[in-house]
């Protein structure tokens, strides 16, 4: 059996990465779960929902000290969320473990395409505030978003960071602050739903991994600065890629 203390260097490693290269971590922390720590799905689910609860909570009370949330948009895209989040919770139910690795592995290799695809450039202009009408047309998103999150805990931010600045105008910064506030609560809705429906965290991984998420967003922003962005997006598109080929792999019956 993999050791509880494994949880700690990987949720630096996650935490680093994410923070870098801007992407939810459930993507990383299903598979470590699953198919590292052989949890069941289940309690995989909660359990990487717990551990992202304690990483985008610490980035979100840093972001909302920086005045850089758009907390009046991050509040209309939370309520509009919820019903994703149980309805994705529910339907986690019903999908058995085979199917859940398939799904990952299938988003895993989507997003992996999204970033070779995607030519977005980095730089921080737009506005900080978004006009609700502006942004009303793509709220659909988070909608999407907030099913993976209750079913699977993926929060697709690689998806809605893009939309929210070349669509809505926003500053990258600040797009990327309001996703992690999202993000988080999210994250506590969609424990609080499996949590009443009788799933339940392994918390020796999780009391290892979240002074690993807490570790690793703080070296993540200092790496940021030092690290080629077209190089971290590679390392990135590699990873990625092969996670989700291990995955759609090992979904199939030898």
Known sequence: MIPYWSALPTGICIATIVMLVGFGGGVLWMPFLLVVMHAAPDTAI??????QT???????????RQKKTDNRLALVMFCIAVPGILFGALLAHYIILSHIEMIIGLISLATALLFVTSNCKYTDEGVERVELKKAFKHLWIPVVMSIATGMLTLNVAE???PSMREKMGLKVSNAIATCVLLTCGECIVGMLIHGKLGARPDLGIASWAIPGV???GQIGPLLAKQIDERMLKEIFIFFLTLIGIHLVYSSYPI
């Open 54 to 64: 304690a990483g985008t909570g610490s980035g979100s009370i840093a972001f909302i």
């Open 159 to 161: 998806w809605l960071v």
């Open 46 to 51: 909660i359990t990487s929902l717990l551990i």
């Open 214 to 216: 807490i570790i690793g």
